[in-house]
């Protein structure tokens, strides 16, 4: 293991325990060896998976964690052998900042699926240094430049830092099932996850119908770009749409009648899960068998391809809704997301981390 000794410190927000709340924190961070890029943070997004880990949700968090893995920010520093960016470029770091780079899954671009386990942009074992990977609640980060993404200019800054993760994860498996013209489409959930499936699936050409429980959320879906809207309590509406989707894109990461979507697939129809509920979900068989319907899940998608996505973003002046934040509401943030009270991400402006 190559261990850099050089470090300099930088000013973040951190959760110290499970259970209070996120503070002022002061971090070490490597100075840019080789190949690496470092860069001052300008935004971060916040996703549910900081409150996962934060919080000790899913039990393998190393404390004090430093939340945060949708970052926009502009290049300060570059390594002697970093070719891909220079100092004032506007950069881009998602969930991941590393992996084994040696077995197929990487060779392949597919970085997410390293069999040897990614090494995620927080809370994960960091090789330069032997410590842990700090996220980008900070003001300043240090990244290899093979997992830095370049940032269209025409996008805003603050709006682009969600398609680091709900912008890929969402994306990536349209792509991968290559949705456009011709198509219908269902987008499932309108969080900070659908609203963006709804935003790519209608730049890909499809015809996009969104489902929702929340009959108040049908004007935004089709302001977003659906052409449709269904109120899935509603058993008409769901018969109407009955065996006719090509795909739909569950964004839901609650427990949900997961076999009641089945239905509204057409023969071949493809249910990709892209919400991850806590409990597990129900799946009646013979739904998949009468159709010869799909069911599959996906993650985010490999560093190439998430260049690919910030590229479509920057020709179609496509961008997350927001809610702009200074670093001390982020408590207030979490509750709130809880709740679903945002439309739809919070993004920190780092700027107020003084």
Known sequence: MLIIKSMSNAKAFAAQNATTPLGPFSLSRREPGAKDVQMQILYCGVCHTDIHFARNEWGVTVYPVVPGHEIVGRVTKTGANAK???EGDIVAVGCMVDSCRECENCKEGQEQYCDKGSIWTYNAPEKQTGGVTYGGYSD??????????????????????????????TYSPLHYHQ?????????????????????????????????????????????????????????????????SFHL?????AVKHDINALFGQLRRDGVLVQVGVPAQPLEVGVFNLVARRRVFTGSAIGGI???????????????????????????????????KNDVKYRFVIDMASLK
Do not use: W
């Open 84 to 86: 891909k960016f220079k």
């Open 140 to 169: 300043s980060v240090v990244v290899d430049e093979d997992f830095v993404l370049r940032v269209p200019a025409n996008l805003d800054k603050a709006a682009t830092a969600p398609l680091l993760c709900a912008g890929i994860t």
């Open 179 to 243: 949705v456009g013209k011709g198509q219908k489409v269902g987008i499932v959930g309108l969080g900070g996850l659908g609203h963006m499936g709804v935003k790519f699936a209608r730049a890909l050409g499809a015809h996009v119908v969104v489902f929702t429980t929340s009959p108040g959320k049908t004007q935004d879906a089709l302001r977003l770009g659906a052409h449709e809207v269904v109120v899935s309590k509603n058993e008409n509406e769901m018969k109407k749409h009955a065996n």
């Open 248 to 252: 739909l894109l569950d964004t839901v």
């Open 304 to 338: 190439k391809e998430t260049q690919e996505m910030l590229d479509f973003c920057g020709k179609n002046n496509i961008v997350s809704d927001i809610e702009l934040i200074p670093i001390q509401k982020i408590n207030e943030a979490y509750e709130r997301m809880l």
